[in-house]
């Protein structure tokens, strides 16, 4: 029982790091639409602070307990929510997308390193120990998550 709890803290205190970001992602893309004055005429105080219209796909272990935790949570607040394998993740998966995880096993130092060109600039969160290497191996400093 008590490992359940820790899991499940652990994964919320990702997925309130991921809904973060997320959030962060929407109000940047609500502020390019806002123009110089940085008030979007067409947004009311009544919308939530991120777009529930933005499209997510987390690419990680197909049917991994991991998966269904992160994409029920991500349901809850995006419309659009879709999965995708890491192992067999390439950069043409994130078209038509407008964020994407990538996660694996969260104690995982084996597991799937997708490779994508110098020029890949989609936004991308990762997660975990395979996160970190992951951003090791793009050459980013963001390290785990």
Known sequence: ???VRRRGTRIGAVAVVCLTVLAGTALCK???RAGPTGVNPQ????N???NRSLRILYAGRPGSDREKDFVGFLKKYFDVVRTGNLETFKEADTQ???VTLLDWDPNAIEGPTPTVAASFSRPVVTLGIR???ICRRWRLKTGYL
């Open 1 to 3: 029982m008590q490992t």
């Open 30 to 32: 609500a502020a390019d």
């Open 43 to 46: 947004s009311a105080s009544a």
């Open 48 to 50: 939530p602070p991120w």
């Open 96 to 98: 038509g997308f407008d």
């Open 131 to 133: 996160g970190a290497l």
